[in-house]
């Protein structure tokens, strides 16, 4: 009997105590041992979370108890969440976590520390889809070119419905946080910072390379307007919040941002709150991983998974996939100002003459040359100008929209989207 | 330093061979130990395949050389290929096989023969899409609902091809065999006994239950005419060649045929000769899987991911997922004539009066109710009648078609297509 503490028992922790029990039946086939919660920690012992497992709001009951096996961390944060599962491995417990924020700042310390003992963490990337799994066993015979994925539900839903219904942003985003799927504060969705987390473990996986999001870029979709799904739907694209990893020679790209991209890619089909990866391989070509990215029993399914795995392997593989230095040891991270791109800008304009005489002056000037244009009439005798470009580099592009910003004709500061 | 033996260095062993030197930094990163390919196994002694590895036509080269850690076995067939994985699991070397015929036949005694000693075959399913991986580990927490492949891309290319770009079925056959996609005798492919096989593991890892191809229901898609491309264009539906295991209380139905399917489920939008596979679990939901399913380089990902797991693993996990009896024992196969669905039928008429009377009575009397009808004029003053169904029962739609090939006005065997 192989038994469980579960550390913040919310909506994922109780669907994890609830899957053990409810399909105990192939839990216990596949595991080939009996799995039981013992106890569960939470900040609020009133509560009643209808499970009949011990409840204490002290951290130290599991990781002292001798009689358990394993620590599920779901109670979230960094710092905190570190010192509980340093504490878990040290007294020789097996961790699964589905805590991104504490594997996108400590996952290679927690991989030093956990040499002999387990740590999973399957539930920290796109919830349900098994994505760790493919990464780090499935795909493991190939240098990665690149991951793209929409690893957001909020986001890809409200750039899908901002699509398909012509709804605003801000009406949108309203209608996300009253169904649930955004916060009251939506910063950490919509900013891009949650993708951001989670693409920084698929590219230690990948490529061995470290990084903390202060170090990439990372922007949100707070920016894209009706004009812009308009334009991307004029010329064949979606709009998704993209998180991306890309390799050139011996740097490594990481960055998460709002992204043009043509509607027959695989990964512009995903719509809705469901998360998808995009995963081209040198030998697989590309291959591509759809399912539920949030949601308590999605979560749940992948923490368990893991357990499961834990039961009937032990520590079978290294947490982050390699046993020595990978290539990882000769990529870095390239900077961001040297990325290149196709980039859609959408300058607004007084509807005078010589606008574009000027405008193609800049563009030039910083080594941009155009690829279409579509100018649309909009509020008081202005005009916005939808441009997309051919490959440029991200410093020119960042340049010439400060440069457009001073001109006396244009209002506010140029939109810019990147074409992936 | 870890040695492995190609048995078979065809298509695949060649990208086997290749793969482990091409990418041999990241491979022994990940696996912690270096691997080379000792010797490989071929038929014919003189054709350069421009490796340099040692090469004989002997297999007990192989089998009996203490210093080959890992078999791999490429051969292909059923009966030569048991005795050969036999004795090397029995000489105490790991196994690593693309062979699905192998498998759709003897994965049951395999796996009791390789209780101790680590025996995979990710290759054997969906080419280079880690679903084995996934279905076995990664949704291991969940009762599987249904699982629905396109896992010959063959028959996808065609049915692509026919639909996107009006093709007839004989001519876009040829057009797949001149590009190598189908074999001169196409039947292995386009009959379904391909996707057939690849199910049959699937249905293991999924359910435990044993079934052997001639088990189940397998129909191809020589059927598919011009016409029903045309009705299930018109009522949004792609056709596709579709492997589904589907659980209904303590059964499983297990099945492959050709099936209309609604254009905006996500499996209906994997096109050309790429494979996906769709699996339900009952807490994870849907989760998808994409990739190239054959190609000698995308196999051979699979089939070295296998030979990195077991070197940094060992046996890790039993071979089909499931440590003691699972539901399985529980679990029987569906007699195909108790299968539900929506049908789809073409029947050719001579355009008369009091057809449609007579077809009716026909639908009525066998309990099976209309839900849309078309008709088309056709050849030499008949018609082509496009009829699709309500939910009904397999027996009954067997025994309505039986009956209209009967009927004096109705020419030639109704074409059927079950509706998903």
């Known amino acids: 009997m192989i038994k469980i503490g579960i550390i913040g ?13 409810d399909n105990a039946d192939v839990i216990s086939a596949r595991a080939g041992r009996d799995i039981v919660v013992k106890s569960g920690v939470v900040k609020n012992l009133n509560k009643d979370r209808g499970l009949d497992i011990k409840i204490t709001d002290n951290v130290d009951d599991i990781l002292d108890d001798d009689e358990i096996d394993i620590v599920v961390e779901l ?9 509980v599962v340093k504490k878990a491995l040290q007294n020789g417990k097996a961790v699964v976590t589905a805590n991104k924020a504490l ?13 002999d003992i387990a ?47 012509g709804v605003s942003y801000d009406a949108i985003l309203q209608e996300a946080q009253y169904l649930g799927y955004a916060e009251a504060d939506p910063t950490f969705d919509v900013g891009g ?24 870029l990372i922007e949100g979709i707070e920016n894209v307007s009706s004009e812009d799904i308009a334009f991307a739907k004029e010329f064949g694209y979606a709009i998704k919040l993209l998180a991306i990893a890309k390799k050139d020679k011996n740097e490594v790209e990481l960055r998460v941002h709002a992204a043009l991209i043509k509607q ?7 719509d809705g709150v469901m998360n998808g990866v995009s995963v081209v391989g040198d030998k697989v070509g590309e291959t591509l991983y759809y399912g539920a990215g949030a949601g ?3 979560t749940a399914s992948a923490v368990v998974a893991n357990i499961i795995d834990i039961v009937r392997s032990g520590k079978s593989t ?68 939808l441009i997309s470009t051919h490959i440029a580099v991200e410093k020119n592009v960042k340049n010439l929209i400060n440069e457009i910003e001073r001109l006396v004709f244009v209002n506010g500061r140029p939109a810019m989207i990147r074409i992936i």
């Open 103 to 115: 594997l996108a700042y400590h996952r290679y310390e927690l991989q030093e520390i956990a040499q």
């Open 193 to 216: 910072y949650d993708a951001a987390h989670k693409l920084l473990i698929l590219a230690s996986i990948a490529y061995g390379i470290d990084a903390k999001p202060e170090d990439i």
């Open 264 to 270: 027959d890619e695989m990964i512009a089909k995903i």
């Open 75 to 83: 109670m979230g944060g960094v710092d905190e969440a570190f010192v």
């Open 296 to 298: 308590g029993d999605a």
């Open 318 to 385: 290294p947490m982050l996939g390699f046993n020595r230095p990978m290539e990882g040891d000769k990529l870095t991270l390239k900077p961001s100002e040297k990325i290149e791109s196709k980039y859609y800008l959408r300058i607004n304009v007084n509807d005078e003459a010589g606008v574009l005489a000027k405008l193609s002056k800049l563009f030039e000037n910083n080594s941009i040359s155009i690829e279409t244009m579509l100018q649309r009439p909009s509020e008081n005798s202005s005009a916005n100008l």
């Open 9 to 21: 028992v919310g909506t994922v922790g109780t669907s994890v105590a609830n899957i053990l029990k």
């Open 119 to 165: 740590f999973e963490f399957e539930a920290s990337v796109a919830g349900g889809i098994p994505i760790i799994c493919a990464l780090r066993d499935g795909l493991s015979a190939n240098h990665i070119e690149s991951i793209v994925g929409i690893m957001n539900g909020t986001c890809n839903y409200m750039m899908t419905e901002m699509t398909n219904n």
